[in-house]
């Protein structure tokens, strides 16, 4: 957007006029745009985040006003919480397993619908529609229906090989897999990421491949691959970020309690169920700032090897 | 292009905008105007009748009444958001364990000086009147006794031609042996017993039975490690001699009286309080019946609960009519005519008098179970400490750890001991 051209060639307007009046003569429609967003933003997002990192150094249960305690809910945090090292425990677990599995299931469908077959737009739809409904309630209570000890998944089992499944999401042993799977089969987002970026491979580099006898799976591992790195990449630190704060599935699928044995007791389960069930707001809010640590953590791990695996089309080395 | 706006229009826009926010705005200041906000925990039983008390009330001309009510699981995380917030309503449904925890925080009005004005409690049990009370005043007006119980699929047990002993001295080791006896001539898929290693209230009444209980006075815990210990090694014999469900099984239910196994024909035996009767049958095509827990020592562990109470807000708005509210509703004939026993039997002498006689059977089993009780209840326990919620929250996954079969029931029981004392110092 330009401004009014009082003011040919954009040098500074006379000096009468005051710098806040100037920028808003210039910028004023702009911002006026912005505001429904900055509103919500400084009102509804930066606001409570402060807030926030000040009761992280409270003792805050809702009920009284918020006392004063240094920093006696990080040396909780960090020294006394047995519960809470079983939530991250469980929570890595999950991200470790469920990001890779989900980019690598979203990237082979990708490669799949990146062949021109007809209707590859209903196809492309189709697949999407589990992500679109995934992380719903109706969703995860499918899921508990589903996996249950007399849910379809163990009729199936028991018809076919004869078979009496477990309860699958209420074992320990199985319960967080099912949540992993849950989570596989939400691979729409990065997929569609991902055709947009095998879109972007240029067609004539897979030609001379082929041209000079490179299997599929050569040029896959030597052309797509490095071009698409970028793409991967971007899915791969904002699938970390969000598996780090996945809730949903868990707290529907497990009734609420991130059981059984405390198997499906994500981080930020743990932490909304300190906050509203336990009345720890303060405690709570120290968890909430250890979450955002352990995530940058991370996202800086990938953005710091980057540099090494990513490899942009218009670098030059 | 550019947007042309001067400093006028914006300023028109900004206050514009002002005087919605403003606008926006005192719907949430308190009316003082005989209004009354009322909340509760409930099921789809309780809130008809609860509805149908608030229409009574405004078709009387005494007032409006705003009702809320949400499931026990939402409720409390509701009321305390609701309490920083400034904006509980009213009338609040209380819960013996939570009433002592918020009386103290200064968040509850005390009652003692409506009564014989606003609030007529003049037939009431006095037994019930003391529940409600916290450090010498009164916060809560008690809505009826009730008291823990087995629940038996009835129609199973007439099918099987079996007669139950006495359950006023029947014991946990003659409840182990009519599984037993029972095991094998009980429907496919159904345990004897749903296991009850995870609750809190059965623990409560194992322990007492032993002339202990949950916590003392000071607010400390009122029972040894081997009690949990010897809690714990029975139900994992019981689930390990098949008279409850397998590990995997029992833990589908989350506590939400639709999952219980012995509504989904998954056991004979289930542990509720007698109340729930009402909105259990209802869940049920097989006819239930009650009856007393088995002791595990020298006296039953049972006591009369106030099963939940009214109490007022202290920031109500307008305490009069709060207070008048709640008198209508424990003690208006008309009132008790529709709400009948669901939250309990009422503590009202006379309403109870004048309701018996059109209870339908299955109130009428819960009133029979009470007087049954009624002679061999122990004192109520003292108040739960602070942190009691959390320690009752953190007995299921010591339990499952055992069921299991992760850890040992001594090592699972002294765990959970020891996560129980921590969580009250901190």
Known sequence: MTSVSTNPGGRSAPSTEGRFARIWRRNGAGYLFLLPWLVGFLGLTLGPTLASLYLSFTDYDLLTSPRWSGLKNYEYAAFYDRRLGKAIEVTFTYVLWSVPLKLTVALLLAMVLDRSVRGVAFYRATFYLPSLLGASVAIAVLWRQLFGADGLINQLLFFVTGIQGPAWITHPDYALSTLIVLAIWQFGSPMIIFLAGLRQVPQDLYEAASMDGASGWRQFWKITLPLLAPVIFFNLVLQTIEAFKAFTQAYIVSGGLGGPVDSTMFYSLYLYLEAFANFRMGYASALAWILLVIIAIFTAIAFGTSKYWVYYEDEQR | MTL???????????????????????????????????????????????????????????????????????????????????????????????????????????????????????DYDENQLKGGMVDGKTYGISLGANSMTHVYNKAVLSNIGYELPDSTTWTTEDFVNIGKELKDQLPDGMAFSENMGSQEPRLQTWVRSRGKDLYTSEGELGFDVQDVIDYFVYWKMMQDEGLTQPADVQA???????????????????????????????????????VMIPNAGDSPGHYMKPSMFFSMSANAGDKAAAAKFISFFVSDEGANDILLIERGVTADASIRERITPGLTETEQKIIRFLNMVDTRVGALPPPPPANAGEIDRALRPAWESVAFGQVTPEEGATAWYDDAARILKR
Do not use: C
């Not at chain 2, 009354?36 to 099921?43: A, E, K, P, Q, S």
């Not at chain 2, 024909?265 to 009650?290: C, P, R, Y």
């Open chain 2, 252 to 290: 589908q239910d989350s506590g939400k009286m639709e999952e219980r196994m012995h509504v989904n024909g998954k056991s004979l035996f289930g542990f509720i309080h007698s109340n729930q009767l009402v909105g259990n049958q209802q869940l049920m095509t097989d006819e239930v019946d009650i």
């Open chain 2, 4 to 122: 042309k706006m001067d400093r006028r229009g914006f300023g028109r826009l900004m206050g514009g905008g002002a005087s919605l926010w403003a606008l926006a705005s005192t719907g949430a200041l308190a009316q003082a105007n005989g209004s009354v906000r009322l909340i509760w925990w409930g099921n789809p039983e309780r809130d008809k009748r609860t509805n149908a008390v608030v229409e009574l009330y405004e078709g009387g001309g005494m007032g409006e009444v705003v009702p809320e009510t949400y499931a026990w699981g939402d409720y409390w995380q509701k009321l305390a958001t609701q309490a920083a917030g400034n904006s509980l309503p009213d009338v609040l449904q209380m819960d013996y364990r939570y009433i002592f925890e918020w009386a103290r925080r200064g968040q509850l009005e005390p009652l003692d000086g409506y009564f014989g004005n606003e609030i007529d409690v003049s």
